[in-house]
């Protein structure tokens, strides 16, 4: 299969660098805007006063401003709906989302649920596709998640902690503040976490079965090579300007589609993760380092040369003409050890994980029986057991 | 000096893929349009039967079309003058540009010369910039300038001969169709051209004199690392669609700037070819194969680890450690012979250029000589007339 047609739109209009948040007033007034909701999560954004100096800017502005904190990690439907309310009553015009990936997705909810009659949920469960959205903006704190620049949105519905996605060009932010010196003080497991998750959407869209898609494929590496020796210098200096720009930037430009243009991408990871988080409270990066290596070693043999190139140009492995399937596991190897090396669990264990929970686990994933999950090579039920059990045990070398 | 703040807005809408084209009219029809003035050149778009097609497209979507054909390579005010009169006239409301870069210029330069009072040409001097535009489509036939995405638009005024560019967000494109089987029948020198175009949009903002810049370093190895693979095979086999798609998207990356985010390019070699193009009516493709290796072996000593980090990463030369620069100036023969196996000429003799003329052309480029040209190393005319001597000679290493 050849490259795919595409369209592609991405009109987010973004504002890097230091103090990059000081211009939200003006920007966002410049727009014509006038009340503006105030979107943010815990006490972090509150303590380190960036709150209050958006707040600030947003009034010297002469703009009206109403406050929604309290988004939680896996955003709540609950306080989507209050938001939702909020809007319609004070006739919000602008949402200012100030935090990392939950905030974003609950401010993008809130912004299609506002002109919609209906209940915002249908968007997530495929009901109904948004056809209008007030604009968002984004003041960004935590490099991962690419919400920031991104079509999609996942949220949590309370009852039966249900987690589901809506896509929509519709949902992309409209401006994007990204500060990489607001990234200086997060604690040194959020950023591995967030390097992790940046790395997760390029993987994704770099295992396909797409041919002939080499320009992309080119452009995956690049922002993979990248992380991959800035997250490490983020790490061990959090206050390198450069290290934290990189890493913000690659945040982005992994999941506004740019590196996934004309191929189909996987996608399976992230919802074998995702029962994860869901039943262990794990965070999505860590689970992610736990099913990546797993997920990878499991699908191996489906397409070798692909995983030898990924372990050649994105590892710096040496290519074994003889054996390429030597040089394809030695690169997920160094994927593992590198994500060991960050602070990331690999293991079942580590995350307090258990074998006995697997098949519970497989039973949830959300996908379609008839079809198989991810587009790589699609995995049936038992395959996803296989991949959670090779994710169970510490020596895990299926060759 | 770290990653430069940068701000960055590309909502160019991509329709990319295989009759992708068949969608004109709809999808301004879409946009609230009523009347299109269809823009072209000479007779290749008539005669393949591509115009046609779009009339009736957009004619079939209840569109008003107004032709202006005959753009020229390095489009003339002159035929702009009559677009801009034409536009208001019949009080067009979307321009559609069917061509290369020149029609697309020139179609941008029309859209910001209908709404503004004075001489259009003011925004090419910097005596104005714009503040409003009509929209402009491009139905893309030659994957070369970037102009279906960049914000750029060069052209030429009749008296004198002279030649000056316009940069402003206004002028993006708001919709690109891109179909990558109409270039398999373009002639291979243009072709060649092309392809050597887009690399050099990526070279000039790969030599840069700004630090830390890790993330565009990548992305701009991944787009030249593409072209250097898929123009042959464009060459050998036209038909093949892979080759001609990966390389009409890299025209594309290579200039709408998100290669280039955040750091100083250097442009300077765009201006020494232009004197080129302008004395001997030599294609802007083939003027950059012969200045580029030219440039580069003149800059070499100013940073050699870039050159060889270029070497390496981009031509695949094995790094010699105890000499960085003999990797340095393998990057750049290997370069130069990439250049002769697509069929570039390398040389002044090869496109009638005379020795004796290089004082003329170093002092006729377009610069401030007090700052010099150029942001990696400055160049003074002096400067200037080396490089044109090194783009003289077969013998040119200057080690």
């Keep these: 299969m050849s490259m795919i047609n595409f369209r592609f739109c991405a009109p987010t209009r973004y504002i890097f660098g230091v103090d990059a948040q000081l211009g939200v007033g003006e920007a966002i007034a410049s727009l014509g805007k006038r009340r503006v909701l105030l979107h943010y999560g815990g006490q972090s954004a509150q303590k380190s006063g960036l709150l209050g100096e958006v707040t ?4 010297e502005a002469g703009l009206d401003v109403v406050e929604l904190g309290g988004v939680q990690p896996n955003p709540r439907d609950t306080l989507i709906d209050e938001g939702i309310a909020i809007c319609r009553e004070r006739d919000v015009d602008f949402i200012l989302a100030v935090g990392g990936g939950s905030v974003i997705d609950s401010a993008k909810a809130i912004a299609i649920g506002v002109p919609y009659e209906g209940d915002f949920w249908d968007f997530y469960t495929g009901q109904a596709a ?15 998640t690419g919400s920031e620049g991104s079509s999609r949105s996942v949220v949590t519905k309370e009852e039966g902690l249900l987690k589901r996605r809506c896509a929509s060009d519709l949902i992309r932010p409209a401006i994007a503040w990204l500060n990489p010196t607001l990234t200086y003080t997060l604690p040194p497991y959020q950023t591995a976490c967030g390097a992790t998750d940046i790395l997760s ?25 990248d992380v991959i020796q800035n ?85 710096g492995c040496e290519m074994d003409f003889r054996n390429p399937k030597r040089t394809a596991i030695e690169g997920i190897d160094r994927m593992e050890a590198w994500f060991r090396s960050i602070g990331m669990p690999t293991t079942f264990a580590e995350i307090g994980a258990k074998e006995e929970d697997i098949p519970l686990l497989a039973s949830k994933v959300d996908m379609d029986d008839a079809k198989g999950l991810g587009f790589f090579r699609p995995l049936s039920r038992k395959d996803i057991e296989a991949v959670y059990r090779l994710a169970c045990n510490r020596d895990r070398d299926v060759c």
């Design 56 to 59: 600030g800017k947003l009034k």
């Design 130 to 144: 948004p056809s209008a959205a007030l604009p968002v903006g984004v003041v960004l704190t935590l490099p991962a």
């Design 201 to 225: 959407h390029v993987i994704e869209r770099y295992f396909t079965p797409t041919e002939g898609v080499s320009l992309t494929d080119r452009l995956c590496e690049a922002v993979m090579l």
């Design 231 to 315: 997250a490490p210098i983020a790490l061990a200096q959090p206050t390198d300007y450069d290290a934290r720009a990189n890493l913000m930037w690659a945040g982005t430009l992994a999941h506004n589609d740019v590196v996934g243009l004309g191929r189909m991408g996987d996608w399976g990871s992230h919802s074998i993760e995702h029962e994860l988080s869901a039943l262990y409270d794990v965070a999505h990066g860590a689970g992610l380092a736990v099913i990546l290596p797993a997920w990878m070693r499991y699908q191996l043999d489906c397409d070798v040369m692909r995983f030898a190139q990924f372990a050649v140009r994105v590892w």
